[in-house]
């Protein structure tokens, strides 16, 4: 869903709330690895 908005946002040249999704992503992935 986010990956969506990311897409959405830099197709919109919004790039900046693409890089900020793009961030939280990251974030969210280095969570699931770190819990398993």
């Not at 197709?11 to 819990?35: C, G, P, S, Y």
């Amino acid at each position: 869903e986010k990956r969506k908005a990311m897409e959405s946002a830099a197709k919109e040249l919004d790039f900046m709330t693409a890089a900020k999704l793009r961030d939280e992503i990251k974030m969210l992935q280095e969570k699931v690895q770190t819990a398993s």
